[in-house]
């Protein structure tokens, strides 16, 4: 299997520009807390927040649904929670892909039990037509069709994170 250029570099910078403008305007006067979702969306984030122009606060979630497979098993499981307090707070979820939609969805359950006044979503990468569960995205970097994707953080069994595009990997 080889990984196929499907984002390159400069889309890619574009979008988080793009993305960072829309969170400038909607939070001008809010310090928002971004929450990363762990370990995907952590370049997204690193670029994200370098754009932003504004007080803010970054905490991470890790949540696990993948193991070493192509497909997500279909069950969540929260591996490290928050560590900071989030009630009566505005609240960004970064993430790097939603696909079925059960990890969001997961992950949204989990904050509102910590009651922030405030929860939108802000994704690169979203595939709709693996969608199992309904999620509201608030900030939509990309909607790809059913591919497996790697790079720019997205790993598979924790190879191609570091690669500085995105990629498609297809069976041959």
Same mark, same amino acid.
């Given at each position: 299997?080889?990984?196929?250029? &499907?984002?390159?570099?400069?889309? /890619?910078?574009?979008? @988080?520009?793009?993305?960072?403008?829309?969170?400038?305007?909607?939070? *001008? !006067?809010?310090?928002?807390?971004?929450?990363?979702?762990?370990?995907?969306?952590?370049?997204?984030?690193?670029? &994200?927040?370098?754009?932003?122009? /504004?007080?803010?606060? @970054?905490?991470?979630?890790?949540?696990?649904?993948?193991?070493?497979? *192509? !497909?997500?098993?279909?069950?969540?499981?929260?591996?490290?929670?928050?560590?900071?307090?989030?009630?009566?707070?505005?609240?960004?979820?970064i993430e790097d892909i939603i696909d079925t939609g059960i990890t969001t969805d997961f992950l949204l359950n989990y904050l509102n039990q910590q009651e922030p006044s405030s929860i939108?979503?802000?994704?690169?990468?979203?595939?709709?037509?693996?969608?199992?569960?309904?999620?509201?995205?608030?900030?939509?970097?990309?909607?790809?069709?059913?591919?497996?994707?790697?790079?720019?953080?997205?790993?598979?069994?924790?190879?191609?994170?570091?690669?500085?595009?995105?990629?498609?990997?297809?069976?041959?």
């Amino acid at each position: 299997m080889q990984p196929k250029v &499907l984002i390159e570099r400069q889309e /890619l910078e574009n979008t @988080v520009r793009r993305l960072a403008a829309q969170i400038n305007k909607d939070y *001008r !006067e809010k310090k928002p807390v971004l929450i990363a979702v762990l370990k995907g969306a952590f370049i997204f984030l690193a670029d &994200l927040v370098r754009h932003l122009d /504004l007080k803010l606060e @970054v905490e991470f979630v890790c949540l696990s649904s993948y193991g070493q497979s *192509r !497909e997500s098993k279909g069950e969540v499981k929260l591996v490290q929670g928050l560590c900071s307090n989030i009630r009566n707070r505005d609240v960004i979820i970064i993430e790097d892909i939603i696909d079925t939609g059960i990890t969001t969805d997961f992950l949204l359950n989990y904050l509102n039990q910590q009651e922030p006044s405030s929860i939108r979503i802000c994704v690169l990468i979203s595939k709709p037509s693996r969608r199992k569960v309904p999620i509201i995205i608030n900030y939509l970097g990309f909607e790809v069709a059913d591919r497996f994707i790697v790079g720019y953080g997205l790993d598979w069994d924790e190879n191609f994170r570091h690669l500085p595009e995105l990629y498609s990997i297809e069976d041959e």
